[in-house]
């Protein structure tokens, strides 16, 4: 049995790897199109996995990704015309890390839905006070972000998720993801048999806010104008939440299942029928929720079963 | 001076008034029903597009629409429970998971109500002039449709009061609310309050739009601006409590004013501090257990 598993694990592993050295060749001989809309994908598969990173063990359901997404964004758009590329990403991983440590440690004692409440309203608070600090100080309610060519946006996004993937596979397996998972099953117990409840807690949610600000302070470039309403939209936080629920959070793939097809679905509809993505989108959720409650690989597993179980049965 | 304060006083009290209603049934949703309707913004915009719609094209009074938004807002709500957060109630493990479940469930109903709106009616902001006489009060200048909707707000929010203390219902609903299991074994028919508090949330909602239409401009996307203002609201004052919802709100609403008199920018960020600052101090509210 156990090593089956670890058959299993080998084989997703290189699966994984032969996946990310594709996307890696794709800028050699795919159109700009093709790019543009791989770079929004792979956006929103950073986005939704950094938020399953913390939320899908913890059960603890964060509002907050717009919040980081938006903090990199602006690093991006301040410090873009002075330092390089990378140092920009890196500190926009950092300053998100930062707040992420704070916002982390002030909301310990928050269970459940207060700490979604709490961290969506941290979402607006950011924006509204930005909005107005920008107008106050600046004069101007949006800035200029730096120009970067799109081959150049993709790579970086792609190695952010590459990275992101690397992270949540060794938390997983570690002592580090098991602790999480006990918190998420029961944290009293958890805390009871020795785990750091809150210290977990706080880096994990720290971790995967490193990833939301890299991956905003990459997607600025390409946005070239921002102000706090693109920023700090909350959409980014309900998109992270809803695509993982909808792909399922039992495993690592279900968030990049879910983050693909929508992200996809999303390049597609919302140029021409923007209301009707949302109302699918609106409905899918509701239907997600109530009939696969371990979303869409929670779905591909029971009809493997199924299958499987009429095969013993022919056997 | 002290017409100044008096001013930004009244403003605050105005605008509080129909905050606190815009909290009631918000309040009553999470309250009772243990949901976070993340949708409630959206019956509200529901409520103040129709009032625009009817009043534009038929001219048919606002002050009709309230009793035509009310029920059918009522019914909306009531049917929703019935069919998608009973079915949920019953496949959720747990009280909590209940919770994120059904919030979950309710942005998925807000991106339907929001864009079938938007489908209706585009993204425009809509808006229609109705009582815009100013009336002189403290030696200040307020439009009378200000007043009409502040008298409409206390009149139904004490309303709403005296039926959950007075009424039979009422009671079964304040039971429902305290202990769901134990009311039920007195013979209280819990998924049926529990759909009629979804659906009485939904009507306040519905009548507080129409109220709004009435003072302030209305779109599509204003839902999730006065969800989240019922939130705070419902922070403020402590889930389920009528008075603690009017109290919240006049508090918000003078808060407001009063931040908006010196800083104007700075109302909403005002806002978020406070809710902020409560849930890490005090999470029950004001009035809360």
């Given at each position: 049995m156990n090593t089956r598993k670890n058959l299993r694990q080998i084989w997703l592993l290189g699966l994984t790897l032969i996946f990310l050295a594709l996307l890696a060749t794709l800028p050699l001989y795919a159109p700009t199109y093709t790019i543009i809309l791989m770079t929004s994908i792979l956006m929103y598969i950073v986005l939704t996995m950094s938020w399953a990173l913390f939320s899908a063990p913890t059960g603890y359901i964060s509002l907050a990704p717009a919040a980081f997404f938006g903090i990199g964004i602006y690093t991006s758009a301040i410090l873009g015309t002075r330092l390089p590329l990378p140092a920009v990403i890196l500190a926009g991983s950092l300053i998100s890390f930062c707040l992420a440590l704070l916002i982390g440690a002030l909301t310990l004692r928050l269970r459940g839905i207060y700490f979604a409440m709490f961290t969506f309203g941290l979402v607006e608070l950011i924006k509204n006070f930005w909005l107005w600090y920008e107008i106050q100080f600046t004069g101007t309610r949006g800035r200029f972000v730096i120009f970067v060519d799109n081959t150049t946006i993709y790579y970086v996004m792609l190695i952010i998720l590459a990275l992101l993937l690397l992270v949540t596979y060794l938390i997983r397996r570690s002592r580090f993801g098991l602790a999480l998972r006990g918190i998420g099953e029961c944290e009293e117990a958890a805390a009871h048999i020795g785990v750091h409840v809150n210290a977990l807690k706080t880096a994990t949610f720290a971790i995967s806010a490193i990833f939301m600000g890299a991956a905003?302070?990459?997607?600025?470039?390409?946005w070239t104008y921002v102000d706090p309403y693109v920023a700090f939209n909350p959409l980014y936080s309900f998109m992270s939440v809803l695509m993982a629920i909808f792909g399922g959070i039992g495993q690592p793939y279900g968030p990049i299942l879910g983050a693909a097809i929508f992200a996809y679905l999303e390049e597609i509809l919302i140029t021409r029928f923007p209301y009707y993505y949302m109302l699918i989108f609106g409905i899918v959720l509701i239907v997600t929720v109530l009939y696969l409650p371990e979303g869409l690989i929670g779905l591909v597993a029971n009809i493997r079963k199924r299958v499987a179980g009429g095969q013993d049965a022919l056997a | 001076m002290t017409i100044k304060i008096i001013e930004v006083l009244i403003t605050g009290l105005l605008m509080g008034g129909l905050y606190a209603l815009v909290a009631v049934g918000l309040s009553l949703q999470y309250g009772v029903a243990r949901i976070l309707n993340i949708s409630h913004g959206e019956f509200i915009m529901l409520g103040g597009l129709t009032t625009w719609a009817l009043y534009t094209a038929l001219g048919v009074n606002p002050l009709l629409s309230l009793a035509i938004c009310g029920p059918v807002a009522f019914i909306l709500g009531f049917v929703i429970h019935r069919t998608l957060f009973k079915r949920l109630l019953a496949s959720s493990a747990s009280p909590a998971i209940f919770e994120s479940n059904s919030m979950l469930a309710a942005f998925g109903l807000m991106f339907i109500l929001q864009n079938i709106a938007l489908l209706i009616w585009g993204p425009e902001i809509r808006g229609?002039?109705?009582?815009?006489i100013p009336v002189h009060f403290l030696g200040t200048l307020f439009g009378a449709n200000r007043l009409l909707t502040f008298g409409l707000a206390l009149?139904?929010?004490?309303?709403f009061y005296l039926f959950l203390s007075l009424t039979r219902t009422g009671k079964a609903i304040r039971a429902a609310a305290q202990d769901p299991p134990t009311a039920g074994l007195m013979g209280v028919n819990i998924n049926n309050v529990l759909a009629l508090c979804f659906g009485l949330g939904a009507a306040m909602a519905g009548i507080a739009g129409v109220l709004i239409s009435m003072c302030y401009p209305v779109?599509?996307?204003?839902?999730?601006?006065?969800?989240?203002?019922?939130?705070?609201?419902?922070v403020l004052g402590g889930l389920g409590s009528i008075p603690g919802s009017f109290i919240g709100g006049f508090i918000l609403g003078l808060i407001g004013s009063v931040v908006t008199f010196f800083e104007p920018g700075l109302a909403l960020v005002a806002y978020y501090v406070i809710f902020i600052l409560l849930l890490l101090v005090r999470p029950t509210g004001i009035l809360g257990r």
């Open positions: 905003g302070a990459i997607m600025a470039t390409r | 229609y002039s109705y009582l815009v009149v139904i929010g004490l309303g779109h599509g996307v204003m839902g999730l601006e006065y969800t989240i203002i019922a939130i705070i609201v419902v």
